[in-house]
């Protein structure tokens, strides 16, 4: 919301709701969006789309190497704060924290996942979850359940996100493919993007190596600290 008034306070318009459908292009520069509220005329386009990302990509040709993954959550009824840290375990596959209104927020990964969009919970996760929680947090046990539900990591072949400018196509930006840590790194990724786009390069951080064409490498080290 922060953000979003400091764009309107400095003359941006934001359309909320609104689907861009097309991009147009025109010897290989931007020239204007299709979306379902009419035609604008533009000639730079930022790619934000997370779990839509590779196809709004394939809107102006640029392949973009991502796909979305569902992740479910559980929340707990509110109980005492007593637990102020981050409880996270990459082999034990889970993550959980209290809110500072006291509800415990419990996360997994699923390796049995298949990529697409699916915003669906199923029970097999809380059961999974909650019996192996239980386990190491007894305090767990006769915690009632408040919430369920799922959003969707955009993953990159490398886990990394994928930001910078498309050499094919002239004003076409992305900054995609956060593979579950986007959010934390989302201020500074504004930064970055707002330098290159006014200046042709970053001024406080190199991100060069966040760029596409790392995927041409043959060998891609995976992120491993993702749940
Ligand atoms: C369960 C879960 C836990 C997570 N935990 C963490 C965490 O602890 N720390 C962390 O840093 N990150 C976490 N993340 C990841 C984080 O939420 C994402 O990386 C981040 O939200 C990505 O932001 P984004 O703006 O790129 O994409 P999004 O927030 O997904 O926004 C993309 C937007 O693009 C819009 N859009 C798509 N297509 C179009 C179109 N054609 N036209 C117009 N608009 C379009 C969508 O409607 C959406 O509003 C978690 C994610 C999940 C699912």
Redesign the pocket.
Known sequence: IGYAQAVRRMGGQIYTH????GIDVQNNKIIGIE?SKGYFKCNLVVN??????R??SQ?VGVDLPTESY????IVTEPLENFFPMMAISFSGNF?MRQTQHGQFIL?QGDKDEKPGINYNVTFRFEEELISKMVEIFPFLKNVRLMRH??????MSPDAQPIIGQSEKVKGYYY??G?????????PAVGEALAELILFGKTLHTDISYLDVKRFAELNIEREKSVV
């Open positions: 609104t689907e861009v459908r979306t934000a789309s997370g779990p839509w990302s196809d709004v809107l569902r992740h479910q959550i993550y996360g539900w799922s959003g969707m990591y955009n900054a995609v956060y593979s579950g840590h986007g959010f934390m790194v989302a």
